[in-house]
């Protein structure tokens, strides 16, 4: 226990980290503050896209039914009259509920728009749900459904599902986003993956050989207090982002949906699980950082004992992390990316049930993929640091 609080010590005073650390945490600042600041204006601008929208249909579907009279003047064959008649009846209803969309959004009912909105989707559905060749009857089905989860929790819509302003779901969609992004997992590894690399080079592992200490418990130890600290910081700083955005914005219900969805280059976006409550979607995010972390440590520690320069272990992670981003979504790359672990270090992607990779399962099976390679990692390394011999000097 002392050796591990000696190097969590050592972690926390490392300058070098303490300056990654504000870094990071200046960054975040800044962003939070950003969006306090706008989202009262986003959400406003929400509402008029969504006046003007409906407007733009409206008008369309007003345009359909004069077309629609006019060609009835004309046609005198039966079949067709009574095809057309369906149709006109199918618009008027259609320009009814738009009607109605309109005077609720200028009254800002958002539950009210959502509520005719439901009306509008079945009654596309209806109309045209067994002719969709594009996807659309998927789209319609899924979002009955959002606003069914919706109604039957009893929570008040979000004007916009996918820029929820409310602390629950702003969260996710913006602070944990953030998190793990490209940028972020790289410095998040320039802190924890050179912890053995840096050992190596201030010659600290020779001291410890000779000095009796155990280098394959303190390579452990090292992976794991770095581990911790960083994890510790994310979960202050989520608690800090959480707190400021639900004091201006509101918290919102935590069992609101995420509206959560998968991005296919065949499919598209998909709204895959859309109803998962954003409390566990936020917390199961910040659990999975942990794995991340762990990971990130672990292959430092394993990259180290060959290379054994801090600069070159950040390098190689860079490299790793920043392009397979950019290469990700290239088609061989798809057919083997279940297999490829920085697949499984964006936790919002996962809940997304992707089908590229394990669909519902691909949360539990990341974060178990991840744990079973970073204990592998550390076994590699622990053994190579057992049978590297250290040059006595006489």
């Known amino acids: 226990m002392k050796y591990f609080k000696f190097e969590l010590k050592k972690f926390i005073l490392n300058k070098r980290n303490r300056y990654l650390l504000a870094l990071i945490s200046s ?51 039966k079949a ?11 618009y008027l209803q259609e320009d009814n509920i738009y009607q109605k969309q309109i005077a609720v959004i200028n ?50 819509f979000e004007v916009i599902p996918t820029m929820q302003s409310h602390a629950f779901g702003n969260f996710h969609q913006q602070f944990i986003s953030i998190l793990t992004s490209s940028l972020f997992i790289v410095l998040f590894a320039s802190m924890v993956s050179i912890l053995v690399a840096t050992s190596y080079e201030s010659k600290e592992n020779r001291f410890y050989r000779f000095a009796g200490i155990d280098l394959q418990k303190n390579l452990i130890i090292k992976v794991l207090s770095g581990t911790l600290a960083t994890f510790a910081w994310i979960i202050i700083s989520s608690i800090i982002y959480f707190l400021v955005i639900g004091v201006v914005n509101g918290f919102g219900a935590w069992n609101y949906p995420a509206y959560l969805g998968n991005s296919d280059l065949k499919t ?51 490299l790793f992390v920043m392009g397979y981003s950019m290469i990700g979504n ?29 669909g519902k399962y691909s949360i539990l099976i990341g974060a178990g993929y991840l744990l079973s390679l970073s204990v592998l990692f550390l076994l590699i390394s622990v053994f190579i640091i057992k049978n590297q011999k250290t040059r006595r000097i006489s």
């Open 80 to 90: 067709e009259l009574a095809d057309l008649n369906d149709s006109l009846n199918y």
């Open 27 to 77: 960054l975040i600042v800044v962003y939070s503050i950003y969006t306090t600041i706008s989202f009262s204006d986003i959400v406003g601008d929400n509402t008029t896209t969504l006046l003007q929208e409906v407007q733009t249909t409206e008008k369309s579907v007003q345009d359909n039914i004069k077309n629609t009279k006019d060609i009835l003047k004309t046609t005198k064959v």
């Open 107 to 156: 009254a800002n009912d958002i539950n009210g728009y959502y509520r005719l909105q439901k009306e509008v989707d079945q009654l596309l559905l209806k109309q045209y749900g067994n002719q969709s060749s594009s996807g659309q009857d998927k789209f319609l089905k899924a979002e009955i459904k959002y606003i069914k989860t919706v109604q039957e929790r009893k929570l008040d």
């Open 268 to 318: 598209g976006f998909t709204l895959t699980n859309l109803t998962i409550p954003n409390g566990i979607l936020d917390l199961g995010s910040i659990l999975y950082l942990f794995f991340v972390i762990f990971f990130l440590a672990s292959l430092g520690a394993l990259i180290s004992v060959f290379v054994k320069r801090s600069m070159v272990v950040v390098g190689v992670i860079a």
């Open 330 to 358: 290239v088609s061989w790359i798809i057919s083997i990316r279940r297999f490829v672990p920085l697949s499984y270090l964006e936790p919002l992607k996962l809940f997304g049930n992707p089908s590229a990779l394990f």
